[in-house]
């Protein structure tokens, strides 16, 4: 019982003792929450868009160059094509006749990785390399040290 009575009596230091106060109190939280409440969902939103519409470029590109080496699949016209592709989208790539398609993603310079940010990632690439590129792949990712 005496603990109950040290919280109230601890609650009633915090809050505000005149109406004034106890009536900015009752306005200014409500828009407190909301405001933290819209920025939380705009951003979390704008991620996801950009997330979508990044995934949907790079598939894009992995569709581009697997549909000219499905072209010609000369040694020297895949030689052409990584020399020309690399400067420009800064894009490594191996070529191996019969193989997956992988994709690789790596560990950021702070060391940090967020699990379902990873995960929401490999998600949306592999539902744009599957719209986008219609051949067999697979998405994992690569940590290096």
């Known amino acids: 019982m005496k603990t ?28 407190f929450l909301v405001q933290i409440i819209t920025t939380y969902i705009f951003f979390d939103r704008h991620w996801q868009t950009m997330g979508n519409r990044l995934a949907y470029a790079v598939a894009g ?10 072209e010609d699949d000369r040694p020297e016209s895949i030689d052409r094509i990584r020399t020309s592709i690399e400067p420009a989208l800064n894009f ?12 690789r993603s790596k560990k950021s310079r702070s060391g940090f990785q967020d699990p379902t940010r990873e995960s929401f ?3 949306t690439l592999s539902r744009a390399i599957h719209s986008q590129v219609r051949r067999p792949f697979d998405v994992f990712q690569a940590v290096d040290g």
């Open 4 to 31: 109950l009575r040290s919280i109230r009596s601890a609650v009633k230091d915090v809050l505000p003792r005149t109406l004034l106060g106890r009536s900015l109190l009752i306005l200014v939280t409500p828009i």
């Open 61 to 70: 590109e992995i569709a581009l160059i697997a549909d000219q080496i499905e």
């Open 92 to 103: 490594s790539m191996d070529y191996s006749r019969g193989e997956l398609l992988i994709t």
């Open 121 to 123: 990632i490999s998600q």
